[in-house]
């Protein structure tokens, strides 16, 4: 283990505490400061710097939190989270994993099977396959394949590296980092430049105390503004610790997703729900995105390329609002987009979660996402499809569709031509032609106008034989060579 003398640069903050490769440390820095600087910056090299923007995976450091007395570790993005959200974490670096025994397993591994060249991915990697074994996760390729779906190599290739990590799962090994003794000193969050409120009271009272301060949740679309625009955030309120946010509550008929559920979360809770929405979690981001990226930033974020808002479209979910002063109200989801990037969100108001109607997730649903890479990459377009019915004839139907016009948008058009039809090769033409005349799709860097809409019409028509049993859904697998 390298001992580090760590500097603080910010004096008008209060120190948080945390710590860092198995030593307590006390920071001071501005609200804007990434994990990445501070480390790098007190000598901890090892974790590099590729695209600042959460794409690469260079930066991959592992976070343990300590859960009910367990000690839970999860994949950052260190390049776009602030070090202030990390108040009472134990970060752990590429420094931090060998001991006086030896390598970890996931370094031991990828020595053994060659996965590394010119080495700058290396680090990164080593923490993602690092953090699975430290969680005990199955040696399963799709869980290998999932932890590493945020890192990136130019030179190895894959197959050397998801060997390494499959080895390194099968492994025995028992870890000296699991010990709940590292968060002895770090119990109370920071109340610094990062106000990082533990309910939603101390929410409100923060939003009034700093009015002017910005919301940060994951920090996944935020934290880009930063590294990318270079702007400059005096403080920042995390609602990502809010305990009412991070809940998912259960009435007879409704799901109630607190605005901070991460995507990882999410993928849990839906598991034995909604298979389809897990197929579109598990193509969202990549892993360290989905351990930070909540659902409340994707709505706020008002981006027409967001992937969840179709979703929420088909199952007819409610947004919940709540301003400073507690005063709330449910806006639907298709009412809540106003125009591009412009959502219904007062400057005072915060989204505290979704409630979408149980009887939704009976429907046949289908959730599409087409991107450039089938991992870590923003959709071009996004369809989802939501059909009930004896599967050749339609009784009810809903489709939106996302990345085809400046907001989320929802089909009523097509939806009312599909009712009470029985699906065949002219039901199938007669509507591909409608979504053509009735979407207009926009062009930019990701697709042309005429790709978005040729995908529209495939994705539409795709469902509709998924649902009639025409055709299966496709399924993607990486087989290793023995
Ligand atoms: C590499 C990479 C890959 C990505 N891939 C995808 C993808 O495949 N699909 C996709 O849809 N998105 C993707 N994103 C975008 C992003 O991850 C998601 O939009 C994510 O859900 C944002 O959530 P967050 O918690 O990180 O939001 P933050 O970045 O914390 O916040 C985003 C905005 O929402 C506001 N906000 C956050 N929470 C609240 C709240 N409770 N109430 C009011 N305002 C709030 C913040 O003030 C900010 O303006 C990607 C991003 C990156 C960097
Ligand atoms: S530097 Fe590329 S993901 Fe952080
Ligand atoms: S070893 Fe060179 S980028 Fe992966």
């Not at 993005?77 to 009472?88: E, K, M, R, T, Y």
């Given at each position: 283990m390298i001992t580090v003398n760590y500097h603080k640069t910010c004096p008008n903050g209060q120190d948080l505490k945390l710590v860092i490769n198995e030593q307590a440390v006390e920071v001071n820095e501005s609200a804007d400061t990434t994990a990445l600087q501070y480390l790098r910056s007190n000598g901890l090299t090892g974790t590099k710097e590729g695209c600042a923007s959460g794409d690469c995976g260079a930066c991959t450091v592992m976070v343990g939190e300590l859960n009910g007395g367990k000690v839970q570790f999860k994949t950052v993005?260190?390049?776009?989270?602030?070090?202030?959200?990390?108040?009472?974490m134990h970060i752990v670096t590429a420094e931090g994993l060998a001991d006086q025994s030896g390598l970890h397993p996931a370094q031991d591994e990828m020595v053994a099977c060659h996965g590394s060249q010119c080495g700058f991915c290396t680090p990164g990697f080593v923490m993602s396959l690092a953090a699975m074994v430290e969680n005990g996760d199955p040696a399963k390729i799709e869980t290998v394949q999932q932890g590493i779906s945020g890192n990136l190599c130019r030179c190895t290739g894959y197959r050397p590296i998801v060997q390494a990590g499959m080895n390194a799962l099968g492994r025995d090994y028992e870890s000296r980092l699991q010990d709940p003794a590292f968060f002895k000193d770090t119990k109370s969050p920071s109340q610094g430049n990062v106000q990082q409120p533990l309910n939603e009271s101390a929410l409100r009272e923060a939003m009034v105390q700093y009015p002017k301060a910005s919301l940060i949740a994951g920090g996944t679309d935020l934290m880009l503004e930063v590294t990318q625009r270079y702007q400059h955030f005096e403080r920042l309120i995390d609602v990502s610790r809010v305990m009412e946010l991070r809940s998912i509550t259960e009435t007879q008929d409704t799901y109630c997703i607190g605005a901070s559920v991460t995507y990882t979360e999410l993928e849990r809770f839906f598991a034995q729900r909604s298979q389809s929405l897990v197929s579109l979690l598990h193509r969202l981001g990549s892993r360290q995105i989905r351990n930070c990226g909540t659902i409340g930033g994707n709505l706020a974020n008002g981006s027409p390329i967001a992937d969840m808002p179709p979703v929420l479209i088909c199952w007819g979910a409610t947004v919940e609002l709540c301003t400073s002063s507690g005063q709330t109200r449910g806006v639907s989801i298709n009412e809540f987009y106003r125009g591009y990037r412009q959502t219904v969100l007062q400057a005072d108001e915060y989204i505290a979660g979704i409630r979408i109607p149980k009887r939704s997730l009976d429907s046949f649903a289908r959730f599409y996402k087409s991107s450039k890479r089938i991992e870590d990459d923003i959709s071009s377009v996004m369809g989802a499809f939501l059909f009930q019915g004896d599967g050749s004839e339609i009784t009810a139907a809903r489709i939106a569709f996302g990345g085809m016009a400046a907001t989320p948008v929802s089909l009523p058009g097509i939806e009312d031509i599909l009712v009470g039809k029985t699906i065949n090769k002219r039901l199938l033409s007669e509507v591909g032609e409608a979504i053509g005349e009735m979407m207009s799709p926009m062009t930019d860097v990701r697709a042309s106008a005429e790709y978005r809409a040729a995908m529209a019409r495939s994705m539409l028509e795709r469902a509709l034989n998924e649902f009639s049993g025409v055709s299966k859904p496709l399924v993607m697998e990486l087989k290793l060579h023995a």
């Open positions: 993005n260190s390049c776009i989270v602030p070090i202030g959200q990390l108040a009472g």
